[in-house]
């Protein structure tokens, strides 16, 4: 497997380009600025991009996604729910956040239990809404993309528009804290961590799964 993970924008986001290494066949996860840097990235690797996938629709994930999307023809994927975000500059934020605005469209949906296949690779979606509606994880082989849903040591905010913190908590506590303990957890900001040590360290999961 190819993964790379590379630190993006104004707010430091996390972008992901994981691939399968015999076929190329690639996916980014949350393009979220310097198209650049992503390009540059997939051309050295000479990577075929299949899919790009946005764990929500806010503008530090996706502000590079429509000019990925035109350069490489791979189709957008984002949970229905957060469909609203992508095309708002208000709902997205990136009309607030001083950098260029952010707003485009897509036809490609994901539902919770969609897989997504990269030759042999297998990328499960996992439902998690809180931060936004339509926020995902994306779970495969022994990692799980958590997008601004699970952090190291914390979990993302539920204070802007759709935002929920009793939904967030029951879908890490469903969704993520099901998953073995080795399974390494990728955020959407910040460092690496794994599923154990968020299970017995992170102050915000429910204690009955400890
Ligand atoms: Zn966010
Ligand atoms: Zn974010």
Request: aromatic share 8%; with cysteine.
């Amino acid at each position: 497997m190819f993964l790379k993970k590379m630190e993006l924008g104004s707010l430091k986001a996390n972008c992901y380009i994981i691939a399968n290494s015999d076929t190329k066949y690639a996916a980014i996860i949350d393009p979220g600025d310097a198209i650049d840097k992503i390009i540059n990235t997939i051309e050295e690797n000479n990577l075929k991009v299949k899919y790009i996938i946005l764990t929500h629709g806010h503008c530090d994930h996706i502000g590079a996604a429509e000019e990925l999307k035109n350069i490489t023809n791979a189709p957008i994927y984002v949970h229905k729910n957060d469909l609203a975000l992508l095309e708002d500059k208000n709902k997205n934020y990136s009309a607030m956040i001083g950098r260029k605005v952010v707003e485009f469209s897509t036809d490609n949906f994901l539902e919770d239990g969609d897989i997504l296949k990269l030759g042999n690779l297998k990328l499960e979606i996992l439902h998690t809404p809180g931060h936004t509606q339509g926020g995902i994880c994306i779970y495969v082989d022994d990692i799980v993309f958590t997008g601004d849903t699970l952090f190291a040591n914390s979990i993302g905010r539920t204070d802007f528009v759709g935002g929920d913190y009793n939904q967030i908590i029951d879908s890490i506590n469903t969704k993520l804290m099901v998953l073995s303990d080795y399974v390494r957890v990728l955020p959407g900001h910040g460092p690496e961590s794994n599923i154990g040590v968020e299970r017995s360290t992170n102050p915000f999961i429910n204690k009955k799964y400890i």
